[in-house]
């Protein structure tokens, strides 16, 4: 499926960020934030299961898909920047939002800082803390293997990790999908974003803050962000639920759609 993109400037700086927005404009909004180094389009599965109950708006984070590069240096605090602005833009006052991975450090930014804005908080393959010195170093370590090699050797060990082993047999479209976006990415919008990534403050600490519904969604065999990792934030947010994907790595919203979709039904249904 193929749904028609929109752009919209949003700042000061005259960013232009690209979305998809899909279902009845007057209904209940869920925004989607995807992971690194993707971009929109790995929702379309859930716009498609969402979109007759729901407005359904899924944006590429600057410098991923189709929306601008922009010349500032990126940070998590730019990318919840952005994300205001582009609700205010919509004229938008509240939404359900939902963020896999990096989407995921996103939307917990934003909750901790714009508490106002959301009415609940889909948290898919996720992470609260910030980075170690050991993964700081390999997130520097990619920029300059992908300035000796390119794109493409890093899409491939990409893949290893991103998803799980049964995937490489089922999954085949889905991960030609992933792998197209990473190379198509711009190199600079990779290595501003490995920085911004790397330089990250945890949320941690404020999880106990959130006072709003919770869903967190894990793939079983995440290596990236595994199930224990999930359970520790599940203990910390007093009104979160928590569902392991079934037979699902990283990637658990396009590894295993039917099981996420039900999780994600079911949690927004319960929390009308």
């Known amino acids: 499926m193929k749904y028609s993109e929109n752009k919209i400037i949003i700042n000061s700086d005259n960013q232009t960020i690209s979305y998809i927005d899909q279902g009845q404009a007057n209904a209940e909004t869920i925004i989607l934030i995807h992971g690194f180094p993707l971009n929109k389009t790995m929702w379309n599965n859930q716009i498609e299961e969402l979109k007759e109950n729901y407005r359904v708006i899924a944006y590429d984070i600057r410098g991923f898909g189709s929306s601008d590069i922009g010349s500032k240096d990126y940070s998590i605090e730019l990318f919840v920047s ?5 609700m205010d833009k919509l004229q938008i006052k509240r939404a359900i939002l939902c963020g896999f991975s990096m989407g995921g450090y996103i939307a917990l930014n934003a909750i901790q800082n714009f508490h106002e804005r959301f009415t609940s908080l889909l948290l898919c393959d996720t992470n609260c803390a910030d980075d170690s010195p050991e993964t700081k170093t390999k997130r520097i370590e990619s920029i300059e293997n992908i300035k000796e090699e390119g794109l493409d050797k890093y899409a491939e060990e990409s893949m290893k990790k991103l998803f799980a082993p049964i995937s490489f047999t089922k999954q085949i479209a889905e991960i030609g999908l992933i792998r ?3 190379v198509k ?14 330089n990250r403050q945890e949320t941690c600490t404020n999880l106990h803050k959130i006072k709003v519904p919770v869903l967190i969604m894990v793939g079983q065999q995440d290596k990236i962000t595994p199930p224990d990792i999930a359970r520790s934030m599940h203990e910390k947010i007093a009104e979160s639920t928590i569902s392991i994907i079934d037979n699902a790595g990283h990637l658990s919203n396009l590894e295993n759609p039917d099981q996420f979709n039900s999780e994600l039904r079911k949690f927004l249904n319960k929390t009308k």
């Not at 952005?82 to 582009?86: A, E, K, N, P």
């Not at 990415?185 to 790397?198: D, G, M, R, Y």
């Open 180 to 182: 197209e976006m990473i």
């Open 82 to 86: 952005d994300l205001i602005s582009f």
């Open 185 to 198: 990415t711009p190199q600079e919008s990779i290595f501003k974003t490995l920085h911004a990534l790397a």
